[in-house]
């Protein structure tokens, strides 16, 4: 879905519940109107019943220029919001699959509603790529965002989402079985979701599950990683692109210096600019500091060598 589209989605959502349609409020009424006139200027379908019989308000988000556009659309949603005593969030998961310049564009829509003061907050989640993304599609990102960062979980906390809810089974985990478990995942939650399934399954209604059952789990849960989880991540990859996953891969446990990685392919890092900047944008790898790349999910680089290494 384009960004303009799932806006006007969401915010169709947000004026429907701030003020119902058989009770509408003048304000929500003209930030329909505004709604309708976003709508009418980018082509986008109406989506619903809720401007019908609503005239578009002109000169309000209808410029073509979708940072203006937008802009004014979170304008009128924040002060219908603000006039009835609410407040407006709305959530973006995969942030960093936005294109620059939509990225650039719903930047500068938050920095206004900021610079007004109104209730309306966006939370975005993403890879570790999207502060260098956001600063890239606009310099003030950074000022303007509160950037969270969520790791690995710690040895205590991938302990206790296993232990945790095994006991309400009546089920207990060796201290054998959860050591291999956290050292085999680094502690990345999918991944202690996913061995810790398949101990689960193979322990077959044992009362207890043992470093035996993990050792056979391992295997089963490497394998539906491999051919679900990160087999997805390079299906759409180019050859060029898989031969700079290989070559990081041959450096060990990343962070790299992008310098290394072009060496190790035999080429001068302008050479695989191109290359690199489309594994960021794709998700795979992040610049975690200047000149420097790394794989964005722990693992990746076992299944780089594993199923993409040149045989």
């Not at 379908?45 to 609503?54: E, K, R, Y």
């Not at 060029?240 to 996953?245: D, F, H, I, P, V």
């Not at 450096?251 to 690199?276: F, I």
């Amino acid at each position: 879905m384009s960004l303009p589209n799932a806006m006007a989605d969401l915010v169709r959502k947000v004026l429907l519940r701030l003020s119902p349609a058989h009770d509408m409020a003048d304000r929500v009424r003209r930030a329909l109107g505004v709604l309708k006139s976003f709508q009418m200027r980018w082509n986008l379908p109406d989506g619903s019943d809720l401007t019908v019989g609503l005239d578009s308000v002109p000169g309000w988000a209808d410029s073509g220029l979708l940072d203006e556009d937008l802009a004014g659309l979170f304008t009128e949603v924040g002060e219908a919001a603000r006039e009835r005593g609410r407040g407006v969030l709305i959530t973006l998961d995969e942030v960093q699959y936005l294109k620059k310049e939509d990225l650039g564009a719903l930047i500068v829509g938050l920095h206004q509603i900021s610079q007004n003061q109104l209730p309306f907050l966006l939370v975005a989640a993403g890879l570790p790529s999207v502060p260098a993304l956001a600063a890239e599609a606009r310099s003030y990102a950074e000022r303007l965002f509160d950037f969270r960062t969520i790791n690995s979980l710690g040895e205590e906390d991938a302990r206790a989402a296993l232990v945790t809810p095994a006991e309400r089974e009546g089920v207990a985990w060796v201290d054998e079985a959860l050591d291999r478990i956290v050292a085999e995942t680094k502690g990345y939650p999918y991944f202690v979701q996913e061995f810790g399934k398949q101990s689960w399954d193979v322990a077959e209604g044992a009362d207890r599950i043992t470093a035996a059952d993990v050792d056979a789990g391992v295997p089963l849960a490497v394998d539906e990683l491999d051919t679900g989880f990160f087999r997805v991540r390079v299906d759409g990859t180019s050859d060029g692109e898989r031969e700079y996953l290989v070559a990081m891969a041959a450096l060990g446990r990343g962070p790299h210096a992008s310098g290394r990685v072009a060496a190790a392919m035999g080429k001068d890092t302008p050479g695989v600019g191109a290359l690199r900047h489309k594994l960021i944008e794709k998700g795979l790898c992040y610049s975690p500091r200047y000149g420097e790349i790394d794989f964005t999910v722990p693992l990746f680089d076992d299944f780089v060598r594993r199923r993409l290494w040149p045989t």
